[in-house]
T-cell receptor
Framework: GNSVTQMEGPVTLSEEAFLTINCTYT??????LFWYVQYPGEGLQLLLK?????DKGSNKGFEATYRKETTSFHLEKGSVQVSDSAVYFC??????????????FGQGTILTVHP | DADVTQTPRNRITKTGKRIMLECSQT?????MYWYRQDPGLGLRLIYY???????NKGEISDGYSVSRQAQAKFSLSLESAIPNQTALYFC?????????????FGPGTRLTVT
């Protein structure tokens, strides 16, 4: 079945530091990959997505590249801000078998950015 | 106005009580989902519905039931609440026309069972 593994947190950084949150996946077929962000007290928001191999998703300075050869979708940002403090979820969705129409989530990574 | 709304936003209830969480959406999506979030466990799927006449169990459906009253409304019930159902509950929607399968989430309901 499908699975998503994220680097364990929490991650604590100083403002303007470089961010990487690792995400690897197991899936059949050709999944779409997502990063969602959850700010304190809020629901999940789609941050970025990629639907095929070598696609790069980007939004708000965050980027992630769909690497089929390494089954990875690592999230990066060159210079984080205090306002980026949140929980980040990697997820995949595909049409394969019993996974049709559903998303599989990683366990989430808590990011705290200090001034 | 929010596209996906959930009521109530917070609820405290006692063990053994029946409770209903409601979700409404204005996105016009056919597909709706209920998840629960526990610290360190990500989101786990409770039930999902691909249209008004279609209801499916997710990975953790025991102790829960759902009702799809209309395309826009999807309710989650806890028949007899127990303390380990204390969690954050999210409703989500998706559009089957979007082949990327992305989902859109409500703001969540924080449920505490004492």
């Amino acid at each position: 079945g499908n699975s998503v593994t994220q680097m364990e947190g929490p991650v604590t950084l100083s403002e303007e530091a470089f961010l990487t949150i690792n995400c690897t996946y197991t899936a059949t077929g050709y999944p779409s990959l997502f990063w969602y962000v959850q700010y304190p007290g809020e629901g999940l928001q789609l941050l970025l997505k990629a639907t095929k191999a070598d696609d790069k998703g980007s939004n708000k300075g965050f980027e992630a590249t769909y690497r089929k050869e390494t089954t990875s979708f690592h999230l990066e940002k060159g210079s984080v801000q205090v306002s980026d403090s949140a929980v980040y979820f990697c997820a995949l969705g595909n049409a394969g078998g019993t996974s049709y129409g559903k998303l599989t989530f990683g366990q989430g990574t808590i990011l705290t950015v200090h001034p | 106005d929010a596209d996906v709304t959930q009521t109530p936003r917070n609820r405290i209830t006692k063990t053994g009580k029946r409770i209903m969480l409601e979700c409404s959406q204005t996105k016009g999506h056919d597909r709706m989902y209920w998840y629960r979030q526990d610290p360190g466990l990500g989101l786990r799927l409770i039930y999902y519905s691909f249209d008004v006449k279609d209801i499916n169990k997710g990975e953790i459906s025991d102790g829960y039931s759902v009702s799809r009253q209309a395309q826009a409304k999807f309710s989650l019930s806890l028949e007899s609440a127990i303390p380990n159902q204390t969690a954050l509950y999210f409703c989500a929607t998706s559009d089957p026309g979007q082949r990327s399968y992305e989902q859109y989430f409500g703001p969540g309901t924080r449920l505490t069972v004492t």
